[in-house]
């Protein structure tokens, strides 16, 4: 029960930044509905369903694109699943290898490696300024000029790097409101 506040927190925290995430959101789904799209030109009505293919697990006919429902089912499942390389071989026999491979691969590449890491790294940012209580900045002490002598200069980094992860701590666990009570 101790835990409990956290939580708390962290869901204020939540409602606070959906505002940020919007737009990365809507980006990733656009390039889905591309991605869609193109998979519909390629493959439109060509997967049979029910129909077994060698080498394909029972289902993974599912994943086609002879509809726009079942692209964004098949897209949606390259992104979150992640097995692309298994839906792939559904479109094998259909197309010539290096087509599909270049489909999925691209596929891959966009919506998981670049957008979905852009989505997290908003949602992350955003979770991370989102505070209750703003801290009060003492300028004096933001404006001092660190020091750069050569003994010192090693220290002077790691104190700071140390300030920099307080920080981030402090803006995760909660640490304003006592963590340990």
Request: with cysteine.
């Given at each position: 029960?101790?835990?409990?506040?956290?939580?708390?927190k962290?869901?204020?925290?939540?409602?606070?930044?959906?505002?940020?995430?919007?737009?990365?959101?809507?980006?990733?789904?656009?390039?889905m509905?591309?991605?869609?799209?193109?998979?519909?030109?390629?493959?439109?009505?060509?997967?049979?369903?029910?129909?077994?293919?060698?080498?394909?697990?029972?289902?993974?006919?599912?994943?086609n694109?002879n509809?726009?429902?079942?692209?964004?089912?098949?897209?949606s499942?390259?992104l979150?699943?992640?097995?692309?390389?298994?839906i792939?071989?559904?479109?094998?026999?259909?197309?010539p290898?290096?087509?599909?491979?270049?489909?999925?691969?691209?596929?891959?590449l966009?919506?998981?490696?670049?957008?979905?890491?852009?989505?997290?790294?908003?949602?992350?940012?955003?979770?991370?300024?989102?505070?209750?209580?703003?801290?009060?900045?003492?300028?004096?002490?933001?404006m001092?000029?660190?020091?750069?002598?050569?003994?010192?200069?090693?220290?002077?980094?790691?104190?700071?790097?140390?300030?920099?992860?307080?920080?981030?701590?402090?803006?995760?666990?909660?640490?304003?409101e006592?963590?340990?009570?």
């Amino acid at each position: 029960m101790k835990s409990i506040p956290r939580y708390r927190k962290i869901v204020k925290r939540t409602k606070g930044m959906f505002s940020v995430v919007v737009g990365p959101i809507i980006v990733l789904m656009t390039h889905m509905h591309i991605f869609v799209y193109i998979g519909m030109a390629l493959w439109h009505g060509k997967v049979i369903v029910g129909d077994p293919i060698e080498g394909v697990p029972q289902y993974y006919d599912l994943n086609n694109f002879n509809s726009y429902a079942s692209g964004t089912f098949t897209i949606s499942n390259i992104l979150i699943v992640n097995d692309w390389n298994t839906i792939s071989n559904v479109f094998i026999g259909i197309s010539p290898r290096w087509v599909v491979m270049c489909y999925f691969i691209s596929a891959n590449l966009v919506l998981v490696c670049v957008l979905l890491n852009v989505v997290y790294a908003f949602f992350v940012g955003a979770f991370l300024s989102v505070d209750s209580k703003p801290e009060k900045l003492d300028v004096s002490e933001s404006m001092e000029a660190p020091s750069v002598s050569p003994s010192r200069g090693a220290y002077v980094l790691k104190r700071s790097r140390r300030a920099s992860y307080d920080t981030l701590i402090h803006h995760v666990a909660g640490a304003d409101e006592g963590m340990h009570s």
